[in-house]
């Protein structure tokens, strides 16, 4: 089993940067990548950004503005969020996948455990 809790999130303004972190407790072996979502009110979950725990490859839905990382001592996976526009306002969600697929997963179903969450609130 793995949990995972997230924190940092906060009220911002546009331009602004946030650090968001999950920390990861378990079984480490127990998942191969992790993930940032994020879902606004009224919309659906959409994918951020993911890593391979392993090899550290990164993955992103748009790039430019974000960077994700994790530190594998810590057990702790890092979402930097720079340049922060309204559209980023949402919960923003960590994930584990203990599945391996034959691209990096990027739907929610395939990830097996969530975190509860960290609001972002972008003021314009």
């Known amino acids: 089993q793995v949990q995972l809790v997230e924190s940092g999130g906060g009220l911002v303004q546009a331009g602004g940067s946030l650090r968001l972190s999950c920390v990861a407790s378990?079984?480490?072996?127990?998942?191969?990548?992790m993930g940032w979502f994020r879902q606004a009110p009224g919309k659906e979950r959409e994918f951020v950004a993911g890593i391979t725990w392993s090899g550290g490859m990164t993955y992103y839905a748009d790039s430019g503005r974000f960077t994700i990382s994790r530190d594998n001592a810590k057990n702790t996976m890092y979402l930097q969020m720079n340049s922060l526009k309204p559209e980023d306002t949402a919960v923003y969600h960590c994930?584990?996948?203990?599945?391996?697929?034959?691209?990096?997963?990027?739907?929610?179903?395939?990830?097996?455990?969530w975190g509860q969450g960290t609001q972002v609130t972008v003021s314009s």
């Open positions: 994930a584990a996948a203990s599945r391996l697929y034959a691209q990096f997963p990027k739907k929610p179903y395939e990830y097996d455990y």
């Open positions: 378990g079984r480490s072996s127990s998942y191969y990548t």
